[in-house]
């Protein structure tokens, strides 16, 4: 994935939840680190004690879900151990003898792309040759094992790992008499390919000569191509396939602008992010969470603010008049909109709550700013009424098992204290900000009336 750009795995995995699909059958445990599993990993890098025995007595005495996101961890390519890959597999056979341990196909998938990478293609090859035998007779877990396989491969940007497993769901697209085999094998090598930045393969094989062996293209395969093409900056293909899904009845919504924005976005083209954001808006595509992470990844001033928090602009005007040229433009789209708030924000009379859960710091960062707005607007403007209570919710407080402070939640911090908030972290949980709702009310209405020095007015 690219600077928020959303990958059709993703897309895949949530619509095949949507359909009732187990989430065992197509996603791994979340591979965020636990406080356990990362001083079970400082310990192998720093520790004399054989690594075996560390290992041995982790698993027999760590819970199921701490074992498991640990074993994630090192097996992803983003991992923060990279040192510790080649302990995935005794860390996987060690688990695998747990009482609790239940076979899944994609962490086997995620061991098998390892191992390949890493160049023990023997034991690659053994792991893929087990799961094929236990899943022979049962096409439906088989493909998806296939599936994951490839999207691991592709993960690594593997060529000849990703081809082996093309070659399995190409066999099992031409051979299974199943439809429901044969559109789960045709979406993987569609994505696949466009994952591999092979789009025009992957065009090909939905609306050129080989178009889908009889499948009827959905919408999912259309957007993975406009995805494709995006990511290597092929603008006048990606515009054209978004032209062909218009043409066949299908809706170019949120996740298939999310992709065109964050295209243009990597590749630093300001102002065709502004027309699409401008065609959102006026279409009445609404803006998403990650509509707001795609856009700020791409603008380095704001992630200049973000990052070094001694230069935040402390209100939308601020703002504005702080950024120039293309990355001005897009981020004053951005801010003209407060429909993302529907999306983030519940009020009632007893509370009104902004969660800023799966936000970027850039992105959360906007959200704030346009939330303040919003916020004198309904309770000095608009009269909806004063809430008993006010709070923003930014992850990893009491009920959170990661370790490390939430970089939004300092965020948000340093903005409420140099705008003299009476919002300030909750005693029962610090992953939230909580205030009374009338004092927030009369802090607005100060705000706009005599702005403190050093802050600035909403």
Same mark, same amino acid.
């Given at each position: 994935?690219?600077?928020?750009?959303?990958?059709?795995?993703?897309?895949?995995?949530?619509?095949?939840?949507?359909?009732?699909?187990?989430?065992?059958?197509?996603?791994?445990?979340?591979?965020?680190?636990?406080?356990?599993?990362?001083?079970?990993?400082?310990? @192998?890098?720093? /520790?004399?004690?054989?690594? !075996?025995?560390?290992? %041995?007595?982790?698993?027999?005495?760590?819970?199921?879900?701490?074992?498991?996101?640990?074993?994630?961890? @090192?097996?992803?390519?983003?991992?923060?151990?990279?040192?510790?890959?080649?302990?995935?597999?005794?860390?996987?056979? $060690?688990?695998?003898?747990?009482?609790?341990?239940?076979?899944?196909? *994609?962490?086997?998938?995620?061991?098998?792309?390892?191992?390949?990478?890493?160049?023990?293609?023997?034991?690659?090859?053994?792991?893929?040759?087990?799961?094929?035998?236990?899943?022979?007779?049962?096409?439906?877990?088989?493909?998806?094992?296939?599936?994951?396989?490839?999207?691991?491969?592709?993960? $690594?940007?593997?060529?000849?790992?990703?081809?082996?497993?093309?070659?399995?769901?190409?066999?099992?697209?031409? *051979?299974?008499?199943?439809?429901?085999?044969?559109?789960?094998?045709?979406?993987?090598?569609?994505?696949?390919?466009?994952?591999? !930045?092979?789009?025009?393969?992957?065009?090909?094989?939905?609306?050129?000569?080989?178009?889908?062996?009889?499948?009827?293209? /959905?919408?999912?395969?259309?957007?993975?191509?406009?995805?494709?093409?995006?990511?290597?900056?092929?603008?006048?293909?990606?515009?054209?396939?978004?032209?062909?899904?218009?043409? $066949?009845?299908?809706?170019? !919504?949120? =996740?298939? #602008?999310?992709?065109?924005?964050?295209?243009?976005?990597?590749?630093?083209?300001?102002?065709?992010? =502004?027309?699409?954001? %401008?065609?959102?808006?006026?279409?009445?595509?609404?803006? /998403?969470?990650?509509?707001?992470?795609?856009?700020?990844?791409?603008?380095?001033?704001?992630?200049?603010?973000?990052?070094?928090?001694?230069?935040?602009?402390?209100?939308?005007?601020?703002?504005?008049?702080? @950024?120039?040229?293309?990355?001005?433009?897009?981020?004053?789209?951005?801010?003209? #909109?407060?429909?993302?708030?529907?999306? =983030?924000?519940?009020?009632?009379?007893?509370?009104?709550?902004?969660?800023?859960?799966?936000?970027?710091?850039?992105?959360?960062?906007?959200?704030?700013?346009?939330?303040?707005?919003?916020?004198?607007?309904? @309770?000095?403007?608009?009269?909806?009424?004063?809430?008993?209570?006010?709070?923003?919710?930014?992850?990893?407080?009491?009920?959170?098992?990661?370790?490390?402070?939430?970089? =939004? $939640?300092?965020?948000?911090?340093?903005?409420?204290?140099?705008?003299?908030?009476?919002?300030?972290? !909750?005693?029962?949980?610090?992953?939230?900000?909580?205030?009374?709702?009338?004092?927030?009310?009369?802090?607005?209405?100060?705000?706009?009336?005599?702005?403190?020095?050093?802050?600035?007015?909403?």
């Amino acid at each position: 994935m690219m600077n928020g750009l959303q990958s059709p795995h993703q897309w895949l995995s949530w619509r095949w939840k949507q359909r009732g699909v187990p989430v065992a059958a197509i996603k791994m445990e979340t591979s965020t680190l636990t406080k356990q599993g990362q001083r079970f990993l400082t310990k @192998l890098t720093t /520790s004399s004690a054989a690594t !075996d025995n560390l290992i %041995r007595r982790f698993v027999q005495g760590s819970p199921k879900s701490v074992v498991l996101t640990t074993l994630s961890h @090192l097996l992803s390519p983003t991992t923060s151990y990279p040192q510790l890959s080649t302990l995935a597999l005794p860390l996987y056979g $060690r688990a695998s003898q747990a009482p609790w341990f239940t076979w899944n196909s *994609t962490t086997v998938a995620e061991l098998a792309a390892l191992l390949h990478k890493l160049g023990h293609r023997a034991q690659s090859e053994a792991l893929i040759s087990e799961a094929i035998s236990k899943l022979q007779s049962r096409k439906r877990e088989l493909v998806v094992f296939y599936g994951k396989l490839a999207e691991a491969y592709s993960k $690594r940007k593997s060529e000849t790992g990703f081809d082996v497993a093309y070659g399995y769901l190409d066999n099992l697209l031409r *051979t299974s008499e199943s439809g429901h085999v044969k559109r789960r094998a045709y979406e993987y090598m569609v994505s696949g390919l466009c994952s591999m !930045d092979r789009p025009r393969e992957a065009e090909d094989l939905v609306i050129g000569p080989a178009a889908g062996l009889g499948l009827k293209p /959905s919408g999912f395969e259309l957007k993975s191509i406009v995805y494709g093409y995006g990511r290597v900056g092929l603008f006048e293909d990606m515009r054209r396939v978004v032209e062909e899904m218009e043409k $066949r009845g299908f809706v170019v !919504d949120t =996740v298939c #602008c999310n992709m065109v924005v964050s295209a243009y976005g990597v590749h630093g083209e300001h102002v065709e992010m =502004v027309t699409w954001l %401008r065609r959102m808006r006026d279409s009445g595509i609404p803006f /998403s969470v990650r509509t707001y992470n795609s856009v700020t990844n791409c603008c380095p001033g704001v992630l200049r603010m973000v990052g070094g928090l001694s230069e935040l602009a402390l209100s939308m005007e601020e703002l504005n008049e702080g @950024l120039e040229g293309g990355e001005g433009m897009v981020v004053r789209e951005l801010l003209g #909109c407060s429909g993302i708030l529907e999306e =983030v924000m519940v009020w009632k009379a007893s509370e009104v709550k902004m969660d800023l859960h799966g936000f970027h710091l850039g992105g959360a960062y906007l959200v704030v700013l346009v939330w303040l707005e919003e916020m004198w607007r309904r @309770l000095n403007g608009l009269n909806c009424g004063v809430p008993a209570e006010i709070t923003v919710v930014c992850g990893l407080g009491n009920h959170s098992s990661v370790r490390g402070e939430s970089k =939004v $939640r300092v965020l948000v911090q340093k903005m409420m204290v140099k705008m003299g908030s009476p919002l300030k972290v !909750d005693r029962k949980n610090n992953g939230c900000f909580i205030a009374k709702g009338k004092a927030v009310q009369n802090w607005l209405c100060e705000m706009r009336k005599a702005p403190l020095s050093g802050s600035a007015s909403l």
